[in-house]
Structure formats: structure tokens, C-alpha cells
């Protein structure tokens, strides 16, 4: 037996924290959540560009992100099972691969219609990671160990959509908008590498033939239970809020009083920082105080960050878009750990489902907000936010009324 075999103990949830094993797993993860936002979000803070260079109005031009998380939500549902045939670690490696290379080639679009089908491409092949990574941990990793995990692939997903959007506007600002997003495929390309060569082959996956049967009487299973829908609607309720604040909030900084320029907005983004640390040490606070107090906590959170946006001075505004980001981060690394421990044999088909409405939320409100922005401006984009969360929270009373499967 090998020294990687040694730290293992070949039963569910058997990598430990602190193990040569548990560290190259986290390093891949890691990889695998930065290569995924990085490619997802680096066209949000080019949102106003688009709606410039195309003449279309603000709804319009969020819809290369929009179009890209819907295919990204559909694939989704299909993934799970593909990865229950062929492997979590094939499937992830090959998707990786393939949204860099997809990103490479935006080199080529130079027109919206191109674009969007690109995106549309793009949304489609990132489907292979999301909810195969969270069943990978939920498979390999023991109940101690999971919640950092989550964790630390959600600071990869952070920091990956942070330097996707501040670096796509850096590069904005000395090459053209298609020309900063291959750049960005090239690192990305190599971040693949290092995921595909650093990931460990499953230890607890059971392999099962792809019948599209199973895929819809799995998916049917793992909407019968409770706790579980009550997840999938945070994840398309908090979603939602966050993407609309993100997609909006460069509009408003572009405009008078701030007059900022394209690359003083993208800074606003470093708060992603925040919400890397925050999702990263969520662990141990969930080991202190439950999942079922901290999701409350993260949600208020968000809700108190929205309303400081309102204030107009600057530094008020991005204190609150650093406030909200913790929050999300916060939720969303509960959420999705909470999700594959609750849902036990099927975590890939409930996974699956979660990020269908994590993914939806981004799409739908993403888009909606546009609307709110054109007509009421800020103040119309923070009401609707507040309204999600309302609707959030209502949902997390329902919480204790259900049994945790913590």
C-alpha cells in the first residue's frame, strides 16, 4: 500500500483533514471552482461596454452571462448521471479543458450573435463541473473535512470570478474586449492541467451505466424531500440576489455622481477577497453553531449589505457590496455542503438540481434587474434584491421545522 493509500481508510467520506491526500484533493478543487467563475464572469464588468459597442439596452447586454448560466443550469441536470457512467474526474477534467479553449477561440467573435453562441457553448461544457465537484467531496471526504472543503472550492470559485472580472477590465483597457478574454482562456488552460495532473481518482465512486431512466427517476427522488427543495429555492433566491448586484453595480458607478472609469469600477471587485476568506473559515463556525444558525446569520447578512449600497458617499457603497459578498459566500458554502450530506446515494442527481437553480437564479434576476435598473435606477435593482431575500429568509424559517441529516 502507498503512502496516499495509507491516509485512507476506504469507506464513505474517508479523506481526513490535514492528509497529503485531503491538501492535493483541495489544491484540484481549487483549481477547478477558479478556471470555472473565471471563465463564467469574466464578461460581467463588460456589461456596459457591450450595451455601448452593440446599442443594446442593459437587460440586452447581460445576456452573454445570462444565456451562458442557463445552458450552464440545464447541463447541469444532465451531468450528474454522465458522471455516475464515466467518472467524476474525467468528466471535470474534460470541461475544464474545454471552457478554456472555448474562451481562447472568443478571440474570433467580434459581433453579439457570435458571441452569444459562444456563451451559449461555454454555459453548456461548464456543466461538467459544478455539481460533480460537490458530489467528488461529498464521496471522498469525511464529515469533519467536507464543510472546508466546500469551502475552499467556493474561495476557488471567488477568487476565479474576482480575477476574471478585474482582469478582463485591466486588460480592457490595452486590448480589445475579445482579445482580454483569450488571455484569460490561456491561464486557464493551464490551471486545467494542474487540476487534471493534482486530483486523486475517486476511492468511494460506484460506477453506473448512463439509462436516461435512472437520470429522470434519480432527479424525481431528490425533489420528494422537503429539506432538500427548501435548499434549491436559496440557492435560486440568493443567486439571484447576487448576480444583480453585480451586474448593476458598475452600471451605477459609471454613471454621475461617480463617474468612475471601466477599470476603477473592476476593483470593486477585490471584495471577492472577502468572500474567499469568509466561505473558507465557514467550517469551523459551522461546527460551532449549526448550519440551521448560520444560514439565518449569512442571509441577514446579505440583506444589511444591500441597504448600505443606498448610501450614496463611495466608500459606504462598496463597504456594503463587501458585506453582501461575505454573506453570499457565506450561504452558499453551507448550502451546497448541507445538500450532499443530506441527500445521501443520489448527492450528484441533488447537487444537479441545486445548481440548476443556483444557476437559474443567476440567469432569470440577472437579466430581470436590468429592467429595475432602466426605470428606477439603483434604488429599483436594491428594492428587488431586498424582495429575494425576504423571500430567502422565509424560506430558511422553514429549516427547523425539518430534520438537519447534519
Request: hydrophobic content about 50%.
Amino acid at each position: 500500500m502507498n503512502g496516499a493509500a495509507k491516509e485512507m481508510v476506504l469507506k464513505e467520506g474517508s479523506v481526513r483533514a490535514g492528509t497529503a491526500v485531503y491538501r492535493r484533493i483541495n489544491l484540484a478543487v481549487f483549481c477547478a471552482g477558479f478556471v470555472s467563475f473565471v471563465t463564467l464572469y469574466d464578461l460581467q464588468p463588460m456589461l456596459p461596454l457591450f450595451a455601448d459597442e452593440f446599442g443594446v439596452a442593459p437587460a440586452v447586454a447581460s445576456l452573454p452571462l445570462s444565456i451562458a448560466t442557463a445552458a450552464l443550469a440545464f447541463g447541469i441536470l444532465l451531468a450528474g448521471t454522465v458522471s455516475d457512467s464515466l467518472g467524476r474526474r474525467p468528466v471535470m477534467g474534460a470541461a475544464l479543458l474545454c471552457t478554456s479553449l472555448l474562451a481562447l477561440s472568443t478571440w474570433f467573435a467580434h459581433s453579439f450573435g457570435a458571441l452569444l453562441a459562444l456563451r451559449l457553448v461555454q454555459g453548456l461544457v461548464l456543466s461538467g463541473v459544478p455539481s460533480i465537484a460537490m458530489a467528488y467531496l461529498g464521496e471522498e471526504m469525511d464529515a469533519r473535512a467536507i464543510g472546508s472543503a466546500m469551502g475552499l472550492y467556493i474561495s476557488g470559485n471567488a477568487i476565479g470570478g474576482m480575477s476574471g472580472r478585474i482582469g478582463s477590465s485591466l486588460l480592457c483597457d490595452y486590448l480589445p474586449w475579445h482579445t482580454a478574454v483569450a488571455v484569460i482562456g490561456a491561464v486557464s488552460l493551464v490551471l486545467s492541467v494542474v487540476f487534471i495532473s493534482s486530483l486523486p481518482p475517486s476511492t468511494n465512486f460506484q460506477r453506473r451505466p448512463f439509462r436516461f431512466g435512472y437520470l429522470f427517476s434519480a432527479l424525481v427522488r431528490q425533489l420528494k424531500d422537503p429539506g432538500l427543495l427548501c435548499l434549491y429555492s436559496l440557492a435560486f433566491l440568493g443567486m439571484g440576489a447576487f448576480v444583480s448586484l453585480y451586474n448593476y453595480i458598475g452600471f451605477r458607478l459609471l454613471a454621475p455622481p461617480y463617474n468612475l472609469t471601466q477599470s476603477s469600477v473592476s476593483l470593486i471587485f477585490l471584495v471577492y477577497l472577502l468572500g474567499s476568506f469568509s466561505s473558507g473559515a465557514v467550517g469551523g463556525l459551522l461546527n460551532r453553531f449549526g448550519r440551521r444558525a448560520m444560514i439565518r446569520a449569512t442571509f441577514a447578512t446579505m440583506f444589511a449589505g444591500t441597504l448600505v449600497t443606498l448610501a450614496a458617499p463611495l466608500p459606504l457603497v462598496v463597504a456594503g457590496v463587501g458585506i453582501f459578498t461575505c454573506g453570499f459566500f457565506c450561504a452558499h458554502a453551507i448550502a451546497s455542503s448541507w445538500v450532499g450530506r443530506r441527500a445521501g446515494a443520489g448527492r450528484a442527481q441533488a447537487s444537479s438540481i441545486y445548481l440548476f437553480c443556483f444557476y437559474q437564479g443567476s440567469s432569470v434576476s440577472g437579466t430581470l434587474g436590468g429592467v429595475f435598473w432602466q426605470y428606477l435606477g439603483w434604488p429599483g435593482v436594491a428594492a428587488m434584491i431586498c424582495l429575494l431575500l425576504l423571500a430567502a429568509f422565509t424560506v430558511v424559517t422553514k429549516l427547523p421545522n425539518l430534520p438537519a441529516a447534519e
